[in-house]
């Protein structure tokens, strides 16, 4: 498996995270980003996707917004900590897929019932509006904040990408 993860605003690729998810597959593309000087953040994460041959993705906030628009590029599935889907606070240039309008991504969700930088509501509006249920399976962890702990994410990782 070819994973790729994606760190959120202001973060980077957690060497702990990293290796969770090294653990996982046979080869994880980990890039350090940069959303507010490089709006075109987006376009840089598919063509190196696609160069890579990434077939899952880890993304958490920020990153977990660029997962979620990623995965139909390249029909694969994803797992996203608090995803930003229904916050825009910088400016990226998404392309929307046209032409793989018969894939329907699926998503596993892990949401902090107690984030206060993505209300869990919002990013359950989101996914309504936008998403038939069968496309994501969600869990809402009522403790869990914005920031996820190892043991969450370990867990998660080995739940979902693991089957």
């Known amino acids: 498996m070819n994973l790729l993860y994606i760190h959120g605003l202001d973060s980077s690729p957690r060497p702990d995270k990293v290796a969770v998810l090294q653990s996982i597959a046979d080869n994880v593309w980990a890039p350090q980003l940069n959303y507010r000087e490089n ?69 596993s969700i892990i949401l902090g019932g107690q984030d206060d930088v993505i209300p869990p509501q919002t990013t359950l509006d989101f996914l309504v509006e936008h998403n038939s249920p069968a496309q994501y399976q969600l869990d809402q962890i009522d403790s869990l904040g914005h920031q996820i702990d190892m043991q969450t994410y370990e867990y998660a990782c080995y739940k979902y990408i693991v089957k």
């Open 39 to 107: 709006p075109h953040t987006f376009t840089y994460l598919l063509d190196g996707a696609k160069k890579r041959e990434i077939n899952y993705i880890v993304g958490s906030s920020a990153g977990g917004f660029m997962g979620y628009w990623l995965a139909p590029h390249l029909q694969c599935k994803a797992l996203l900590f608090n995803p930003a889907l229904a916050f825009q606070s910088i400016i990226q240039q998404i392309v929307t897929p046209t032409t793989v309008a018969s894939f329907q991504p699926f998503y």
